[in-house]
């Protein structure tokens, strides 16, 4: 998986003092994906992760051997809150084997919350659907494939933990593949502030124009500058995801005649295909009918089916948007299309 370098060095200070509880069926688990999942485990202690990995198998041996082998500070634990908090304090890892443990029963799901868990990560013998990132109030209303786990999931999360992991143990890397990129390769149900839409702070700018600056390059959008920018900041919204800007949109409010323009539509290429783009949008109509703005606009060339068949925008001439931005847009030779929508409650 490729990842961005930012983003996976902003989880470090973000995953730091936080703990995870990892369940595992060790001995069903393939070899090389087990080995693998240990070794990452290293990495996150180094980084300053409270671990406490749970066998559920009867692969303990197996796991006890790897760990005597490699570099992981570790100890065996009782399923019990005091004596795991204690090895954590001492930057170990706990290892607690209790076969036939459910990985999402309410005895672990206690556990896990009375450590004041912020990831419960179980390791499953298939790929659950469901999507990237779900959160718990979407998980609960799953219907389909996967929907007893991810209700489950809900619950746990309802429960007091935060963030639920459901990962297949067949792909190999699949922890920090999942963990160190925003999007992930399993399944993560959240009940905190994973993914927001808010106003751009003046220290996001240079993020944004980093971020766009491909779709420029490509005359995808208008190119901008950092003092256009930070002069029309109550204008633009950016998407984060666990504190990584990945999108932006702008409203930009006229008076004559009394209407907005939804500009600056970016999603960054990693985060395609999830619906960010109608999340944002979305988000900027909602701060038009907020504004009491009547109707929207947006100029498109590549997006222009995004708009219309999504959207609900229609057609509409040139000449119905400000004069200005009539101007602009014929002194800049683009061959955009106008389309619009009414805004209504």
Same mark, same amino acid.
Request: glycine share 8%; proline share 3%; aromatic share 8%.
């Given at each position: 998986m490729q990842s961005d370098l930012r983003a996976v060095l902003q989880y470090v200070p973000f995953f730091r003092g936080k703990t995870f509880v990892l369940v595992i069926d060790a001995a069903r688990m393939p070899e090389l994906a087990l080995a693998e999942s240990l070794l990452d485990l290293i990495a996150l202690q180094q980084i300053g992760v409270n671990l406490v990995l749970v066998s559920i198998g009867n692969g303990e041996g197996q796991i006890g051997h790897l760990l005597i082998d490699g570099e992981l500070k570790w100890q065996s634990a009782e399923f019990e809150r005091d004596h795991v908090k204690s090895i954590l304090d001492r930057g170990q890892l706990?290892?607690?084997?209790?076969?036939?443990? $459910?990985? =999402?029963?309410? $005895?672990?799901?206690?556990?896990?919350?009375?450590l004041?868990?912020?990831?419960?990560?179980?390791?499953?013998?298939?790929?659950?659907?469901?999507?990237?990132? /779900?959160?718990?109030?979407?998980?609960?209303?799953?219907?389909?494939?996967?929907?007893?786990?991810?209700?489950?999931?809900?619950?746990?999360? /309802?429960l007091g933990v935060p963030r639920v992991h459901l990962l297949n143990e067949n792909h190999q890397g699949v922890l920090m593949d999942e963990l160190f990129s925003n999007e992930g390769v399993g399944v993560m149900v959240y009940a905190d502030?994973?993914?927001? /839409?808010?106003?751009?702070?003046? !220290?996001?700018?240079?993020?944004?124009?980093?971020?766009?600056?491909?779709?420029?390059?490509?005359?995808?959008?208008?190119?901008?500058?950092?003092? !256009?920018?930070?002069?029309?900041?109550?204008?633009?919204?950016?998407?984060?995801?666990?504190?990584?800007?990945?999108?932006?949109?702008?409203?930009?409010?006229?008076?004559?005649?009394?209407?907005? #323009? %939804?500009?600056?539509?970016?999603?960054?290429?990693?985060?395609?295909?999830?619906?960010?783009?109608? =999340?944002?949008?979305?988000?900027? #109509?909602?701060?038009?009918? $907020?504004?009491? %703005?009547?109707?929207?606009?947006? =100029?498109?060339?590549?997006?222009?089916?995004?708009?219309?068949e999504q959207l609900g925008y229609q057609p509409c001439p040139i000449e119905v948007i400000p004069v200005c931005r009539q101007e602009r847009l014929r002194s800049t030779g683009r061959e955009s299309l106008v389309v619009r929508k009414t805004i209504s409650s």
């Open positions: 706990a290892l607690i084997e209790k076969p036939g443990l $459910e990985s =999402l029963g309410d $005895e672990l799901v206690e556990f896990s919350s009375s004041g868990a912020f990831k419960l990560i179980v390791f499953l013998s298939e790929q659950v659907s469901g999507g990237n990132a /779900i959160s718990s109030e979407d998980a609960r209303k799953w219907k389909g494939e996967g929907q007893v786990l991810l209700h489950r999931a809900a619950e746990v999360c /309802i502030d994973y993914l927001s /839409i808010r106003a751009i702070a003046p !220290e996001d700018i240079s993020e944004l124009l980093a971020m766009v600056g491909r779709s420029i390059r490509d005359a995808h959008l208008v190119p901008r500058s950092y003092e !256009e920018i930070e002069n029309a900041l109550d204008d633009f919204l950016v998407m984060t995801i666990d504190g990584n800007v990945v999108g932006c949109v702008a409203l930009h409010c006229s008076e004559d005649p009394r209407c907005a #323009e %939804i500009a600056c539509l970016y999603v960054k290429q990693s985060h395609g295909g999830q619906g960010y783009g109608q =999340l944002l949008v979305k988000a900027a #109509e909602q701060q038009a009918l $907020e504004l009491g %703005i009547p109707w929207v606009f947006a =100029l498109s060339t590549r997006a222009i089916d995004f708009f219309l």
